[in-house]
């Protein structure tokens, strides 16, 4: 049974830093491109990052550059999210995600969800 297990979540004031993990279990995640959506109360689920296989390309909405970093250890079939300067607006449940053989990660072509780790920014 393929997971993927999200966790670092919990309760951060603004400016703060969480750093989300990823463990997937189940098969080896060798050419899956893995990364983050978040879903805040009341709106659709968003892209937040991505990064292939190799960690040779990382995608970034705009709305976390510079202040997010994704990165992946294939040997631990883990992927991490460092999350710096919170914001109130990052408040949301971050869902873990895998896509086999992408650049990028398409919410509707997407493998493998994880159920998701709550991050809530207080001011």
């Known amino acids: 049974q393929v997971q993927l297990v999200e966790s670092g979540g919990g309760l951060v004031q603004a400016g703060g830093s969480l750093r989300l993990s990823c463990a997937a279990s189940?098969?080896?995640?060798?050419?899956?491109?893995m990364g983050w959506f978040r879903q805040a109360p009341g709106k659709e689920r968003e892209f937040v990052t991505a990064?292939?296989?190799?960690?040779?390309?990382?995608h970034y909405a705009d709305s976390v550059k510079g202040r997010f970093t994704i990165s992946r250890d294939n040997a631990k079939n883990s992927v991490y999210l460092q999350m710096n300067s919170l914001k109130l607006e990052d408040t949301a449940v971050y869902y873990c995600?895998?896509?086999?053989?992408?650049?990028?990660?398409?919410?509707?072509?997407?493998?493998?969800w994880g159920q998701g780790t709550q991050v809530t920014v207080s001011s």
């Open positions: 990064i292939t296989w190799g960690g040779g390309n990382t």
């Open positions: 189940g098969r080896t995640f060798s050419w899956y491109t």
């Open positions: 995600a895998a896509e086999y053989n992408s650049n990028f990660l398409d919410p509707s072509r997407v493998d493998y």
